[in-house]
């Protein structure tokens, strides 16, 4: 089945700085990539998706990228804002959808 | 349009009660899957159903958990004879087929089961 490999556990930068994240997926049938926020108390929030047939996607301050051959993509955020501190999912749709293990990043005033 | 209705938020159950979990899908969503998620962990997947049927049920520990998504009404999770360890926030997502080119899943705000 789908395994789903997600880096760095923590993160913290500047505010203003940027943040990447980093995911590693096993399945090559996985077609479908979405990324969730998790801020403490709430459920995941998707907040950003990605699918096969591009290579790449931003919505203003948030961008995805996905790397079929190697089987990764990333969450690259600029300018953060303290309000982007939270939990951080990636997820690949193996036979259901596989969460990475998570990221929490800390975005500091 | 509503988003995933999950009840209740909280629940406290004994040693050896039942827990009813139930997650409403959005409007539209066929699909139901059920994650569970301890303090700082990531998210576990427990269930993948359709309505009157069960897609893949590999995240389901082998005793005392069940879930069904009957064709009317919410999808349930049961958990029999709770265990202290079965303390955890259970989240429910919904979404078209998997396959579907518009697959998209959208989680509710979680059920905090808490066993004493």
């Known amino acids: 089945g789908e395994n789903v490999e997600q880096h760095p556990s923590t993160l913290s930068v500047q505010e203003g700085d940027s943040a990447v994240i980093k995911c590693t997926y096993s399945?090559?049938?996985?077609?479908?990539f979405p990324w969730y926020k998790q801020e403490l108390g709430k459920g995941p929030q998707l907040i950003i998706d990605?699918?096969?047939?591009?290579g790449e996607k931003k919505d203003q301050r948030i961008a995805v990228t996905l790397n079929k051959t190697a089987k990764h993509f990333s969450l690259h955020i600029t300018e953060t804002q303290p309000e982007d501190s939270a939990v951080y999912f990636c997820a690949a749709n193996g036979q259901n959808f596989v969460f990475g293990p998570g990221t929490r990043l800390s975005v500091l005033p | 349009n509503a988003g995933v209705m999950q009840n209740p938020r909280h629940l406290v159950r004994r040693r050896g009660q039942e827990a009813r979990l139930r997650c409403s899908p959005m409007?539209?969503?066929?699909?139901v899957y059920w994650y569970r998620q301890l303090p700082e962990e990531g998210l576990k997947f427990m269930v993948y159903l359709q309505k009157e049927n069960i897609i893949d049920e590999s995240g389901m520990p082998k005793e005392r958990f069940s879930a069904e998504f009957p064709k009317e009404g919410p999808s349930i999770l049961r958990i029999q004879q709770v265990v202290r360890g079965d303390s955890a926030a259970y989240f429910c997502?919904?979404?078209?087929?998997?396959?579907?080119?518009?697959?998209?899943?959208?989680f509710g705000q979680g059920t905090r089961l808490t066993v004493v």
């Open positions: 990605i699918r096969s047939n591009v």
């Open positions: 409007k539209g969503h066929s699909h």
């Open positions: 399945d090559s049938a996985s077609n479908y």
């Open positions: 997502a919904s979404s078209p087929p998997i396959s579907s080119p518009n697959t998209e899943a959208f």
